[in-house]
Structures are given as C-alpha cells and as structure tokens.
C-alpha cells in the first residue's frame, strides 16, 4: 500500500484534474467537461477524488439510475431518474500510479455500503477495457439484457453490462 493514498468527496474545483485523468486514461471513451460537471452537480454523494501525496490520481462517479438502461456517453442527464432502481457506477478511473494498492477496491466497498444504506438492490455499470475481471472480484456479475447490445456496443465490442446484487 502506497503511503497518502486517500478518497475525498469531489468538489466543482477538482473538475480540471478529473477531465485530465479521464483524457489520459480513457482516450477511447471521451466525455466533456460538462458531462462531468453534470454527474456531479447531479449526485455529488457519489462523486469521489483519490489523491496520491495529495495530488490527484483518481476519480469515481456514480449515481441512482434504472436498473437494465444505461445513461448514453458523453451526454448530458438533465436529471436523474425519478423513481430509480439500481446504483450506477458510471466510471471508475485511475492513473497507473494508483492502480494496485487497493485503491479500487477500497471506493467499490464504500460505495456498495452507500448503495445498500440507500436501500438498492443492486448496483450496475458497463465493463469495458478488459475490466471485467476486476469487476468480478468486486461480486459483480454479466447480465446478458438484448435491449442493451447496441448500447453497449457504442462503448466497444467487449464492453459488458454487469451487476452486483447487494440483498
């Protein structure tokens, strides 16, 4: 475990480093500034900055959706859904000096404890990068829904719609 490795609550101020990591690491899944402003304006509860040596390395952004739908890339919400069913981790990004002390782990068990404190009964989000695996060891499993393939397909090809089942 890497010393001064720690998740904070987001603010509107940390927007600028998250877009950075998120170009840097996802240059396949762009998303806009306002996209990400969006998420969090949205639902700041689940909007997390990881910082290393207090520098940021990280980021996670979830919210409230409806479960089997996903919230379409790079495109503005306008709200969230009003009666929602499922905790949606929209993305979860690290720098690869943050990847492999825990990190991960750690912001998936605090927000799977904020998910069931909310009272969902599952949570959901889309694999992609190989990420599966990790996605499993997380008690995450694929769930096969054919409304969603061409959704998913706009991700990638292997991009997988996953759930973790939290009754």
């Known amino acids: 475990m890497l010393r001064d490795v720690a998740w904070r609550t987001m603010t509107a101020y940390d927007l600028p480093a998250v877009q950075g990591i998120a170009d840097t690491v996802h240059v396949d899944f762009f998303e806009a500034p306002e996209v990400l402003a969006e998420r969090l304006s949205l639902y700041h509860n689940g909007c997390y900055l990881l910082e290393v040596g207090e520098k940021p390395a990280g980021y996670v952004l979830s919210h409230p959706w409806t479960y089997g739908t996903l919230p379409p890339l790079n495109t503005l919400l306008k709200h969230l859904p009003a009666e929602p069913d499922t905790y949606y981790l929209h993305d979860l990004c690290l720098l690869p000096v943050a990847r492999r002390v825990g ?31 990790f996605w499993q060891r997380q008690g995450f499993e694929t769930v096969e829904i054919e409304a969603l393939y061409a959704k998913l397909l706009s991700y990638e090809d292997a991009a997988s719609y996953m759930v973790k089942r939290l009754g």
């Open 103 to 133: 990190a991960a782990s750690r912001i998936v068990e605090a927000l799977t404890k904020h998910a069931r404190a909310e009272g969902y009964p599952t949570m959901t989000l889309v694999a992609v990068a190989g990420s599966i695996p």
